[in-house]
């Protein structure tokens, strides 16, 4: 089983792919994962089975959960319980985020 992890060879997958996100760990009890946005890029995630945790690497804009918007910026962490709407959106610069789920990506 892999131990560890270079966050740049996730990077480099996502902009070579039609996809936004890259989940590098998904075990029964956790999954962890890169996401990139790009200024106007949308969002299209729906709400998980699983709670989630989102680090801020860098980038800016607001995560939308429920029906209120939280300034995104560096190194803020936000919690989602599972099965609650949210996603990230009006970024006006790249928008570069780890997250860890509580359970297996699906």
Aim: glycine residues 6%.
């Amino acid at each position: 089983m892999k131990l560890d992890f270079d966050l740049s060879t996730y990077l480099e997958k996502i902009k070579k792919s039609s996809s936004y996100f890259s989940t590098f760990i998904n075990k029964d009890s956790l999954a962890v994962g890169v996401l990139v946005l790009q200024p106007g890029e949308e969002d299209t995630q729906t709400p998980h089975t699983s709670d989630e945790v989102y680090y801020v690497i860098s980038g800016n804009g607001f995560l939308k959960i429920k029906n209120k918007d939280y300034p995104v910026s560096k190194d803020k962490l936000f919690f989602v319980a599972k099965d609650v709407e949210h996603f990230f959106h009006s970024n006006t610069k790249e928008l570069k985020v780890l997250y860890f789920f509580g359970g297996p990506d699906s």
